[in-house]
Antibody
Framework: EVQLVESGGDLVQPGGSLRLSCAAS????????MHWVRQAPGKGLVWVSH????????NYADSVKGRFTISRDNAKNTLYLQMNSLRAEDTAVYYC??????????WGQGTLVTVSS | QSALTQPPSASGSPGQSVTISCTGT?????????VSWYQQHPGKAPKLMIY???KWPSGVPDRFSGSKSGNTASLTVSGLQAEDEAEYYC??????????FGGGTKLTVL
């Protein structure tokens, strides 16, 4: 059974940093593209970032480019999102998702990031 | 990276059919057959309902169907049931390893 478990969400001050993790199991993580998607309270889903299977290619939404970094450790079956220079508008539930057929085929349960003073 | 355009709301009575549209551009919806649809109930993670425009993941009932014409994709829910009441999002590949979601449609079963 595919499982994705996010962690690391917290309350952080504007300008601060946070690293999210996504522990994967039940599939060959090292062969899978992965995504981060976020959802602000009461708002819609927004694609944040993508990473290919070996981590050599990464892509970001314009809203986070230069502030967020996606990475992965295939030996640990773990996906990461390093978030720097956080803003109030980054407040959201962050989901990791496994890509299949250019869709988010499997999702984690999400982790809440709150940026507030 | 502009969001795809979905109607904010849709509704139908039990047993009826309802169609939700998703309009993009030739750079996303119109350019690739990589449109997917997601169902999200309040407080839950999204669930994949359709991928590659019209394919079903395992376990999704065939009451849900997808199609595309030009720059507009559509999700049709037939034989509406109470449990279909949820938010629905379209999602498209936009080239160069970028993706974009629609703004979401709240489906109400009357």
């Amino acid at each position: 059974e595919v499982q994705l478990v996010e962690s690391g969400g917290d309350l952080v001050q504007p300008g601060g940093s946070l690293r999210l993790s996504c522990a994967a199991s039940g599939f060959t993580f090292s062969n899978s593209w992965m995504h981060w998607v976020r959802q602000a309270p009461g708002k819609g889903l927004v694609w944040v970032s993508h990473i290919n299977s070996d981590g050599s290619s990464t892509n970001y939404a314009d809203s986070v480019k230069g502030r967020f970094t996606i990475s992965r450790d295939n030996a640990k079956n773990t996906l990461y999102l390093q978030m720097n220079s956080l803003r109030a508008e980054d407040t959201a539930v962050y989901y990791c998702a496994r890509d299949q057929y250019y869709s988010n085929y499997y999702w984690g349960q999400g982790t809440l990031v709150t940026v507030s003073s | 990276q502009s969001a795809l355009t979905q109607p904010p709301s849709a509704s139908g009575s039990p047993g009826q059919s309802v169609t939700i549209s998703c309009t993009g551009t030739s750079s996303d919806v119109g350019g690739y057959n990589y449109v997917s649809w997601y169902q999200q109930h309040p407080g839950k993670a999204p669930k994949l309902m359709i991928y590659e425009v019209s394919k079903w993941p395992s376990g999704v009932p065939d009451r849900f169907s997808g199609s595309k014409s030009g720059n507009t994709a559509s999700l049709t829910v037939s034989g509406l049931q109470a449990e279909d009441e949820a938010e629905y999002y379209c999602y498209s590949y936009a080239g160069s390893n970028n993706w974009v979601f629609g703004g979401g449609t709240k489906l109400t079963v009357l």
